[in-house]
């Protein structure tokens, strides 16, 4: 799947689904279901050891692909008090990564 292909699918499911906005994993379920509803089905360490052959993104590229929809749509966001722990999460991982950097 390309990211273009992700994006268009994490946008059409954000647009009708509001709890897919506020959980990334919810959205990734829902981004499953779309691509390829069997993998639903399978054993969750069948599927996550082999994306691929089931033809579906990582659950890091569905959360980049949010974030980018949601820059060019912010109505497509989370609640405001999933957003504000989203902020302090990012921030705290900023913090960590200078850290680990020095």
């Known amino acids: 799947m390309s990211l273009r292909g992700t994006t268009k699918i994490v ?3 954000l647009e009708t689904n509001k709890q897919a906005r ?6 990734y379920i829902e981004v499953c279901k ?5 993998a639903i089905h399978k054993p ?3 599927v996550l050891a082999d994306l ?15 974030r980018k929809v949601v820059e060019n749509n912010p109505e497509l966001a989370g609640s405001s ?8 999460k990012e ?8 850290q ?3």
């Open 91 to 98: 921030t705290e991982f900023r913090e960590y990564a200078r």
């Open 22 to 27: 506020n959980s990334d994993a919810y959205l």
């Open 52 to 66: 691929k052959a089931y033809n579906l993104p990582s659950i890091e590229t569905v959360g980049r692909c949010r």
């Open 44 to 46: 969750f360490v069948e």
């Open 11 to 13: 946008k059409s499911i």
């Open 81 to 88: 008090e999933v957003e504000a722990g989203r902020t302090l």
């Open 100 to 102: 680990v950097m020095v």
């Open 34 to 38: 779309a691509i390829n509803p069997q």
